[in-house]
């Protein structure tokens, strides 16, 4: 399983949104799936754009029997 976040732009990466797919996330955050895949690529699509300089988004892979 795949987990979406927006995290904390700082050191300590603290979720702020938390989804079980990219559509999720971009529902609950208001934005486009195309902003959270181009913000994944990397932080120098970021500050090209000058927008969501403040947004970090990490996909995170979770293992089943961690769930439990």
């Known amino acids: 399983m795949t987990v979406w976040m927006m995290v904390t732009a700082d050191k300590y990466e603290l979720p ?40 970090k988004y990490v996909k995170v892979k979770v293992e089943e029997e961690d769930l439990v």
């Open 16 to 55: 702020l949104a938390v989804a079980e797919s990219c559509g999720e996330l971009a529902d609950i955050l208001g934005v486009t799936r195309s902003a959270i895949s181009h913000a994944l690529e990397g932080s120098s699509y970021r500050k090209s754009i000058g927008r969501n300089v403040n947004r």
